[in-house]
């Protein structure tokens, strides 16, 4: 009888010392995401079609990233580019920025110039965490002003998945510049005077989930796998000494407001279910609305109905730059480093209605 006993005792322990192991193994595959995907390595030509300039730049805690930047080119009668506006283009949880920039690149420059990011530990960027906009706001504040820095005043962020996440969250830590002091950095030497930093004036976010476990549980063989979601994100806690799921969007999406939102979501979406994404558009303020694109997964709404999605996004983005105008001249009399002279900011484009 104790013999058996101990055996059972034994073997208990043995299954707790293994799960251990295991949790911390997946752990450090929730935080470590893979830098690139395999089909990356077949968009080299698309890449080198978009031209532009692959930069680096600084984390607003020192982490060095890379990026590419598209200067703006003008595609229609109806809008001029203003070289003081851009899009940063934020990417999903995987590999680079790279496909995003061959899929997103072409039809968002016509709007402004489009500057596409690494995160921290993705593509040509230096080793660091996947939290979730934690520390990838930290990415957003560098990018932010490596823009401001160049002259621009006005920036639009658009993400997909995790991409879309960090824009929600960077808004609400960040601030959208419209407070200077409040939005100033607090560590700046005091004898430097840094360049202005850009006013976010819109998001757009696609397949964004309200908690942070729920894309995480869609991708966990087995039953209780939003239990083992939220323990998996415990023990990242521990390791981060912070917690992302303090600023996941269901907890800060209120604070975007009056920013004018865009959410777009698939109703075939099997990683964030649409209730889900009618939830989030449900605790977001009067400025944000939300489009359901029928048939589309996550992440696939551009490629389901490409032509409808670049026509909203594109009215969007527009009306958002065009309403902020007034209250952002930009620099006068010279034009930001990274873009021609001064354009003509065009007339304000009408949008359509996105709430389906």
Known sequence: MIRRVAVAVAASTVSLVAAGVIGRRLTDRLLHAPRVLPEEAALGPALDALGGEVIRLRARDGVRLAGRWLPAEPGDA??????????????????????DLVEYGPYLRRTAGVLGLDFRGHGASDDGPSTFGLL???????????????????????????????????????????????????????HVEPAPRPRIIAVVADSVAPELETPIAARLPGPATRFLAARLFDGAARKLG????????????????????????????????????????????PSTRHWIVPGADHSQAHATAPQDYERRTTDF????????????????????IIAGPDAPSGDPIDTTPTED
Do not use: C, F, K
């Open 136 to 190: 990838e706001s930290e990415d957003v504040a560098g990018a932010l002003a490596w823009l401001g820095e160049r002259g621009v005043v006005r920036v639009a962020l658009v993400g997909t998945s995790m991409g879309g996440t960090v824009a929600i969250v960077s808004v609400a830590v960040l601030g959208d510049g419209t407070l200077a002091g409040a939005d100033a950095e607090p560590a700046a030497p005091r």
């Open 317 to 336: 983005l527009r009306m958002a730059l065009a309403t902020a105008r007034p209250d952002d001249p930009g620099p006068i009399g010279s034009g930001p």
């Open 78 to 99: 109806e809008w001029v580019p203003d070289p003081h506006e851009a899009i940063l283009l934020l990417h999903g949880y995987m590999g680079s920025i790279a496909p």
């Open 242 to 285: 912070a917690d992302p799921r303090a600023t996941e969007p269901a907890r800060v999406i209120g604070l975007l407001e009056p920013v004018p939102v865009l959410l777009i979501h698939g109703d075939q979406d099997a990683t964030v279910p649409i209730a889900e994404g009618r939830r989030l558009a449900g605790l977001a303020g």
